[in-house]
């Protein structure tokens, strides 16, 4: 059956006699179309045809278009669409494609990943160009080794809920298949975002979580961006026990590129600069937030000597980071990606960390071929406080 579908087909193609197939021996019969099996081979058939440029004979358009119709919603349910796994099928979800990612939303539209894909995807390929080995040639892995897209092309899935009883939902079903406590399942519905630990896919709710109802959708535009930057180094690294640092100061830099801001905030920066602690650690002509970009502050705080040294920025938790702090994880990846030389070491460094090596200072400092702490930090605080931060 393939071989003469494809010997017909073939035959409106630019291709060498040899490879237009051959007739099967056997009459036609429809009633072999009835497996999802052979559906499924006549699909492919119909996308080689796409990439061929060619046409089927309307004879065989005619003959099979019905049979491929109703067999369809039969394989929909073996064949999820190019490989994506439907995390949380007991929701109907509205479903949008882009290039590499996989969109799903429930009682809201796909904004803001829907604007911000491309973008998002054309900054991470190139800081990280093996992300294309990943996405577009198949080898995307969990931490655990396992293919979740089982041979096809892998697209990162975003989930966007619309409500707290949907998100809560959500929640509930991570919190089972990844034995979450009770603890953790809490903290995530406070936040109302997470990203899967696999590193397949994000989940943002767009409204009050820890509202029932529908109330008015905020702007999520910066957690879209903070936690693609996170997890899809994360995913790169093949980790699922990426430092708070690495991953933090991503997904900083990816907002910094698109919005020239930083706005996911690790706790409350106004409530912690109110302290005497916070006080100390300010200087004269700004403070880090949301409102303004991270770049001026920082050269300010490393002219005046307010700096974070490099074991400081690897040392962080987010359990007791400061604004500073999180200024110099921002610092410290943006400068680690400053120029193509950087960019390059970078990269080793990721892909050691992928090889198995553990995302430690040493490897760090031999990533990017220095022999010791101050010898990184000449050179870094030099950078924080050129024109070239910005």
Same mark, same amino acid.
């Given at each position: 059956?393939?071989?003469?579908?494809?010997?017909?087909?073939?035959?409106?193609?630019?291709?060498?006699?040899?490879?237009?197939?051959?007739?099967?021996?056997?009459?036609?019969?429809?009633?072999?179309?009835?497996?999802?099996?052979?559906v499924?081979?006549?699909?492919?058939?119909?996308?080689?045809?796409?990439?061929?440029h060619?046409?089927?004979?309307?004879?065989?358009?005619?003959?099979?278009?019905?049979?491929?119709?109703?067999?369809?919603?039969?394989?929909?349910?073996?064949?999820?669409?190019?490989?994506?796994?439907?995390?949380?099928?007991?929701?109907k979800?509205?479903?949008?494609?882009?290039?590499?990612?996989?969109?799903?939303?429930?009682?809201?539209?796909?904004?803001?990943?829907?604007?911000?894909?491309?973008?998002?995807?054309?900054?991470?390929?190139?800081i990280?160009?093996?992300?294309?080995?990943?996405?577009?040639?198949?080898?995307?892995?969990?931490?655990?080794?396992?293919?979740?897209?089982?041979?096809?092309?892998?697209?990162y899935?975003?989930?966007l809920v619309?409500?707290?009883?949907?998100?809560?939902e @959500?929640?509930q079903? #991570?919190?089972?298949?990844?034995?979450? *406590?009770? &603890?953790q399942?809490?903290? +995530?519905?406070?936040? !109302?975002n997470?990203?899967?630990?696999?590193?397949?896919?994000?989940?943002?709710?767009?409204?009050?979580?820890?509202?029932?109802?529908?109330?008015?959708?905020?702007?999520?535009?910066?957690?879209?961006?903070?936690?693609?930057?996170?997890?899809?180094?994360?995913?790169?690294?093949?980790?699922?026990?990426?430092?708070?640092?690495?991953?933090?100061?991503?997904?900083?830099?990816?907002?910094?590129?698109?919005?020239?801001?930083?706005r @996911?905030?690790?706790? #409350?920066?106004?409530?912690?600069?109110? *302290?005497? &602690?916070?006080?100390?650690? +300010?200087?004269?002509? !700004?403070?880090?937030g949301?409102?303004?970009?991270?770049?001026?502050?920082?050269?300010?705080?490393?002219?005046?000597?307010?700096?974070?040294?490099?074991?400081?920025?690897?040392?962080?938790?987010i359990?007791?980071?400061?604004?500073?702090?999180?200024g110099?994880?921002?610092?410290?990846?943006?400068?680690?990606v400053?120029?193509?030389?950087?960019?390059?070491?970078?990269?080793?460094?990721?892909?050691?960390?992928?090889?198995?090596?553990?995302?430690?200072?040493?490897?760090?400092?031999?990533?990017?071929?220095? &022999?010791?702490?101050?010898?990184?930090?000449?050179?870094?605080?030099?950078?924080?406080?050129?024109?070239?931060?910005?």
């Amino acid at each position: 059956m393939i071989c003469q579908l494809q010997r017909d087909l073939l035959h409106y193609a630019d291709a060498h006699s040899r490879h237009r197939g051959i007739w099967k021996s056997l009459p036609n019969h429809i009633a072999a179309f009835d497996s999802p099996r052979c559906v499924a081979q006549l699909m492919r058939v119909l996308r080689i045809c796409e990439i061929l440029h060619c046409r089927l004979p309307s004879g065989i358009i005619s003959c099979f278009r019905m049979k491929i119709l109703v067999s369809f919603f039969a394989l929909a349910s073996v064949l999820p669409a190019f490989g994506q796994t439907d995390h949380f099928p007991s929701i109907k979800w509205k479903e949008r494609e882009t290039d590499h990612f996989m969109l799903r939303s429930f009682h809201t539209d796909h904004d803001p990943a829907r604007k911000l894909a491309k973008r998002v995807w054309k900054e991470m390929n190139e800081i990280l160009p093996s992300l294309v080995t990943d996405f577009e040639k198949k080898e995307f892995r969990t931490p655990g080794g396992d293919d979740p897209s089982k041979g096809e092309q892998f697209k990162y899935t975003v989930y966007l809920v619309a409500d707290g009883n949907t998100f809560h939902e @959500v929640v509930q079903a #991570d919190a089972k298949r990844n034995n979450w *406590s009770i &603890d953790q399942v809490n903290l +995530t519905k406070q936040v !109302g975002n997470y990203a899967d630990p696999h590193n397949r896919f994000m989940v943002i709710c767009k409204t009050d979580a820890l509202s029932s109802g529908r109330g008015d959708e905020q702007d999520k535009s910066a957690i879209f961006v903070h936690i693609a930057g996170s997890n899809f180094l994360k995913g790169q690294a093949r980790t699922g026990k990426q430092p708070f640092w690495m991953g933090a100061g991503m997904g900083y830099y990816l907002e910094h590129l698109v919005f020239k801001k930083c706005r @996911v905030l690790y706790l #409350d920066f106004d409530k912690y600069y109110a *302290s005497e &602690d916070g006080k100390a650690e +300010t200087v004269k002509g !700004g403070t880090l937030g949301p409102q303004d970009a991270w770049p001026p502050v920082i050269r300010k705080l490393c002219k005046k000597d307010k700096r974070v040294s490099l074991q400081g920025v690897m040392d962080t938790k987010i359990t007791m980071l400061t604004p500073n702090e999180s200024g110099y994880i921002f610092a410290l990846t943006h400068f680690m990606v400053s120029n193509e030389e950087r960019l390059v070491k970078y990269q080793a460094f990721v892909a050691a960390v992928r090889d198995g090596e553990e995302a430690t200072k040493e490897l760090l400092l031999e990533s990017f071929g220095y &022999d010791d702490d101050e010898e990184f930090e000449k050179d870094w605080y030099d950078f924080l406080k050129s024109s070239k931060f910005k």
